[in-house]
């Protein structure tokens, strides 16, 4: 869970650079000038990413489980994880748009995008349980979105444990509202 998490949100959080080159080639402002609200076109982009992570963790798991990781055989518990790592990729793609829409060049929004992904990863539980990790750490790990995610994928696919999962399911909903929201109020900037 923690690999199908990573590979997620990097391939979301570097999301942005398209629209940073569709803004240089000026195909952004053929599409901003459409009667769509700027918010489809924030959810529109930040959802494409989920399907990109979709085909990901399908690659993923087949080799994880020929590797020797047990994956509980439940259909349902499977189409659950893929559902989450959709809608969780979204968050990290519209967190992308945001940052597009400050950065002028590619080289910065690179920067800044490892910048975030980074201590992120590091900071949840993807690769250490959080019980071990010193306080400021598990102080950080309450906080980032990627804990619940992988939690929640973990409880799914490897422990069947689904205590945890309305929690888990209800801080993705809000940090996936929370991007696109902020998404969506600075897309308006991303052409001037």
């Known amino acids: ?4 998490v990573q590979s997620m949100a990097f391939i ?4 942005g650079l398209t629209v940073i080159w569709e803004r240089e080639s000026g195909i952004l402002k053929k599409l901003l000038v459409t ?4 918010s489809s076109i924030v959810i529109g982009r930040s959802m494409s990413s989920g399907v990109r992570s ?8 087949p080799i ?11 259909p349902l518990y499977f189409l659950g994880a893929l559902a989450i790592i959709f809608l969780a ?6 967190i992308s748009v945001f940052i597009a829409s400050i950065m002028k060049s ?3 929004f690179m920067g800044i995008g490892q910048a975030i992904i980074m201590p992120l990863f590091f900071a949840s539980n993807a690769l250490y349980p959080v019980e071990m990790m010193p306080p400021i750490l598990k102080a950080l790990s309450s906080v980032n979105p990627l804990s619940y995610i992988v939690d929640a994928v973990r409880s799914l696919l490897i422990t069947g444990d689904l205590a945890q999962l309305p929690l888990d399911l209800a801080a993705i909903a809000i940090f996936d509202v929370a991007m696109f929201i902020i998404a969506s109020a600075s897309f308006k900037r991303i052409i001037e």
Do not use: D
């Not at 009667?35 to 700027?38: D, E, G, Q, T």
């Open 1 to 4: 869970p923690g690999i199908i």
């Open 12 to 15: 979301s959080i570097f999301f």
């Open 35 to 38: 009667p769509l609200p700027r």
């Open 54 to 61: 979709t085909f990901q963790m399908l690659i993923i798991v």
């Open 64 to 74: 994880a489980m020929l590797i020797g990781v047990r994956i509980i055989p439940n």
């Open 89 to 94: 990729s979204g968050g990290f793609a519209a």
């Open 106 to 108: 590619r080289e910065r």
